[in-house]
């Protein structure tokens, strides 16, 4: 059973019963909150295979938790989203648990990069590719080349991660935009960048 205390209430995640004879096993959920800090309690019931483990697994922080030798304990909440935070019970041998541990954090960039847009020039179609270290509010709008505001194409929070979106040279009223230079801005809560496209008809 998961549970996590807030102001001296408890409120249950999620109850999963499960075969403790598997070999091995990797479970996804979601933890929402607004504390900036969050107490988790976890009961395990049944007997462990010899020589495995049990990591809880905080893919916001990269930080892990081994359920074998604690049951209780604190998560920082700093981006504190609406979207949670993934989590993750890992089960297996030592090997096994590094190895997952090792690929979930790979999906995690260790910069905030905005990459050329492709094709540039494009006609009508061209896809932004972005990459975001943390959890937030992300935005990406375009411009024309007097500033004004053409399309927004991201308004919404998002998991740290490797995006691509994809633009058809269409404005926020659904017609097709003019021949020439736009400017495609993207924005997260630390973070800015601002790059240039060629629209061709």
């Known amino acids: 059973m998961y549970k996590h205390a807030a102001n001296g209430i408890e409120y249950p995640l999620r109850d999963d019963i499960r075969m403790m004879d598997q070999n091995e096993g990797l479970w996804y959920g979601l933890l929402k909150s607004k504390e900036e800090r969050i107490n988790v309690e976890i009961d395990v019931k049944g007997n462990l295979k010899e020589g495995h483990e049990l990591v809880f697994f905080d893919l916001t922080n990269k930080k892990r938790f081994n359920l074998i030798k604690e049951n209780k304990f604190e998560l920082s909440n700093d981006t504190n989203t609406d979207i949670g935070k ?3 019970l890992i089960y297996g041998d030592q090997l096994w648990v590094e190895t997952k541990i090792a690929e979930l954090i790979s999906l995690i960039p260790n910069q905030f990069v905005l990459n050329d847009n492709y094709p540039n020039p494009f006609n009508p179609i061209t896809t932004i590719k972005y990459e975001i270290p943390n959890d937030g509010k992300v935005l990406l709008i375009i411009y024309n080349i007097l500033g004004q505001e053409v399309i927004t194409l991201v308004n919404n929070e998002q998991w740290a ?23 495609y801005f993207l924005k997260t809560k630390n973070n800015q960048s601002v ?3 060629l629209f061709l008809k």
Do not use: A, L
């Not at 995006?163 to 926020?172: A, D, E, L, M």
């Open 86 to 88: 993934r989590i993750y």
């Open 161 to 183: 991660g490797k995006y691509n979106v994809r633009w058809n040279g269409i404005n926020q009223y659904g017609n097709q935009v003019s021949t020439g230079t736009y400017f």
């Open 195 to 197: 790059k240039k496209m």
